[in-house]
C-alpha cells in the first residue's frame, strides 16, 4: 500500500490542483450566471473571506519561528480549504481539522472560536508538525503563496495557492507549446 501511495502521490497532485482550478471557475461561473435581482446587486453578497481558497501547505514554524517541516513537493499532499465565509478544511495526512477563522480586519486574522475540531485516526510513517492555527493572528496573501503569522510577527506556516499555481502551470506549457 505504501508503494501504491508513492506512485500516486504526484498523479494525485496534479489532479487536486488542476481540479481545483476547475471546480472554484465552476463555481464562481454559476454564481455570476444567476439572473435572481439579489445576485445582480454585488451588495447583496458579502466578499468572500481574505483567506478563501484551497491550499497546499508549503512549511510550519515553530513557537520561535525557525522552519520545523519544509514540504510542499511530498507525496501525500497538505492541504487546507478556506471558504468565502472563513470556514476551515484542512487535510494532513490521514486526519482532518476543522475550524473558521474570524472576519478579517486589514490583515489581521484569527480562529473564531479560538479551536480546531479534529478526526483522531492512527497515522503510520512519518508526517509533518500540525500547523498551530490557534497561534495565528495576521497573514500575508501574495500572487501565489500565503504565509500566515502569530501576534509576536513570527512565522506560523506557509501555503501555495493551488488555483494560482495551476493558472501559472498552464501558462507556463501554453508557452512552452508556442499557443
Same mark, same amino acid.
Given at each position: 500500500?505504501?508503494?501504491?501511495?508513492?506512485?500516486?502521490?504526484?498523479?494525485?497532485?496534479?489532479?487536486?490542483?488542476?481540479?481545483?482550478?476547475?471546480?472554484?471557475?465552476?463555481?464562481?461561473?454559476?454564481?455570476?450566471?444567476?439572473?435572481?435581482?439579489?445576485?445582480?446587486?454585488?451588495?447583496?453578497?458579502?466578499?468572500?473571506?481574505?483567506?478563501?481558497?484551497?491550499?497546499?501547505?508549503?512549511?510550519?514554524?515553530?513557537?520561535?519561528?525557525?522552519?520545523?517541516?519544509?514540504?510542499?513537493?511530498?507525496?501525500?499532499?497538505?492541504?487546507? #480549504?478556506?471558504?468565502?465565509?472563513?470556514?476551515?478544511?484542512?487535510?494532513?495526512?490521514?486526519?482532518?481539522?476543522?475550524?473558521?477563522?474570524?472576519?478579517?480586519?486589514?490583515?489581521?486574522?484569527?480562529?473564531?472560536?479560538?479551536?480546531?475540531? #479534529?478526526?483522531?485516526? $492512527?497515522?503510520?510513517?512519518?508526517?509533518?508538525?500540525?500547523?498551530?492555527?490557534?497561534?495565528?493572528?495576521?497573514?500575508?496573501?501574495?500572487?501565489?503563496?500565503?504565509?500566515?503569522?502569530?501576534?509576536?510577527?513570527?512565522?506560523?506556516? #506557509?501555503?501555495?495557492?493551488? #488555483?494560482? $499555481?495551476?493558472?501559472?502551470?498552464?501558462?507556463?506549457?501554453?508557452?512552452?507549446?508556442?499557443?
Amino acid at each position: 500500500m505504501i508503494f501504491w501511495l508513492h506512485t500516486t502521490g504526484m498523479r494525485w497532485l496534479a489532479a487536486a490542483v488542476v481540479g481545483g482550478a476547475l471546480g472554484l471557475s465552476t463555481i464562481a461561473g454559476a454564481e455570476s450566471d444567476s439572473a435572481s435581482p439579489a445576485s445582480a446587486d454585488p451588495s447583496s453578497h458579502p466578499a468572500p473571506h481574505a483567506l478563501a481558497g484551497q491550499w497546499w501547505l508549503k512549511s510550519v514554524f515553530d513557537e520561535a519561528g525557525a522552519a520545523i517541516w519544509l514540504g510542499g513537493g511530498q507525496d501525500e499532499p497538505i492541504t487546507m #480549504t478556506v471558504k468565502a465565509d472563513g470556514d476551515i478544511h484542512t487535510l494532513a495526512a490521514c486526519n482532518s481539522y476543522f475550524g473558521s477563522f474570524g472576519a478579517a480586519t486589514g490583515l489581521n486574522v484569527a480562529l473564531d472560536p479560538p479551536l480546531m475540531m #479534529t478526526t483522531r485516526i $492512527m497515522c503510520w510513517g512519518d508526517y509533518p508538525p500540525v500547523v498551530r492555527f490557534e497561534r495565528i493572528a495576521r497573514f500575508d496573501r501574495g500572487p501565489v503563496e500565503l504565509t500566515l503569522f502569530d501576534a509576536d510577527d513570527r512565522r506560523v506556516a #506557509t501555503y501555495i495557492d493551488m #488555483t494560482a $499555481m495551476a493558472e501559472a502551470l498552464t501558462l507556463a506549457r501554453d508557452r512552452e507549446r508556442g499557443e
